[in-house]
Nanobody, 123 residues
């Protein structure tokens, strides 16, 4: 059984940094790529960043220049380095495995999700 296991959330002050990890247990990275999403209280889950199997990154406008997505296909691990964090970045962050081609920011294109990790940024 393939699972996505996330690590690294926590509480940080505004302007600080955190690094999230996502390990694929029992399988390998999807050939369609992997992504990070986040969901704040009362809001819909939103796209944060995507990385293709070849390592090409894509970011939402809200995190571009502050967050960096990376991966190691041999270790089946993906990371999200978050810098210059702001209170509006507070959310539960999820890693996800994509199941088909299409718009990478659509949650319906992902069939495997991690359990989520809380990131809280205090102002």
């Amino acid at each position: 059984q393939v699972e996505l296991v996330e690590y690294g959330g926590g509480l940080v002050q505004a302007g600080g940094s955190l690094r999230l990890s996502c390990r694929t247990s029992g399988g390998t990275f999807s050939r369609y790529g992997m992504s990070w999403f986040r969901q704040a209280p009362g809001k819909e889950r939103e796209f944060v960043a995507h990385i293709s199997l070849s390592g090409n990154p894509l970011y939402s406008d809200s995190v571009k220049g502050r967050f960096t997505i990376s991966s190691n296909n041999v270790q089946n691990t993906m990371w999200l380095q978050m810098t210059s964090l702001q209170p509006e970045d507070t959310a539960v962050y999820y890693c996800a495995s994509r199941k088909a081609w299409g718009n990478y920011y659509l949650t319906k294109l992902y069939d495997l999700w991690g359990q989520g990790t809380q990131v809280t940024v205090s102002g």
